[in-house]
């Protein structure tokens, strides 16, 4: 397939300006030239090396973001998890301490009763005692 041509010949224009150029001018021209195009290249790279830059801190900003609301929700998850186990745990020290409570009561009650026992036990002996002191058969 043939090249196609440009409309205007901007080629032929400058195969005629290099051409009608001396050796000293053709070199200088094209040396320039690479300059420019250099230059080009350079401030495509910054201009790249830019938007990266920027895009790479938008990235990060992001992931700052997204880290702390990840770690927000997994906070709530596990206060709630915790919380169920907290509530557990109460709830079996809670009937803990009744068992407890119950059994020192009925030590309580044991001993009132024992207590009281001894205490009649002690009238009567006292009573059996006083009365065989005065007794006209004494």
Known sequence: MAPKKKKGGKKSG???KLAKMTEEE??????QKMLAEE????KKE????????????KEEKNTRFNANKLNNQWRTIMRTAKSKQLKKDIEVLSQTFERVVDRKDSVIKSLAKDLAEAERSEERR?????????????
């Open 126 to 138: 006292v009573g059996k005692e006083c009365r065989s002191r005065w007794s006209p058969y004494h």
């Open 46 to 57: 910054d201009m790249l090396t830019q938007f990266l830059k920027d895009k790479l801190a």
């Open 26 to 31: 053709r070199i200088l021209y094209l040396e």
């Open 39 to 42: 230059e080009m290249k350079k």
């Open 14 to 16: 400058k195969k005629s």
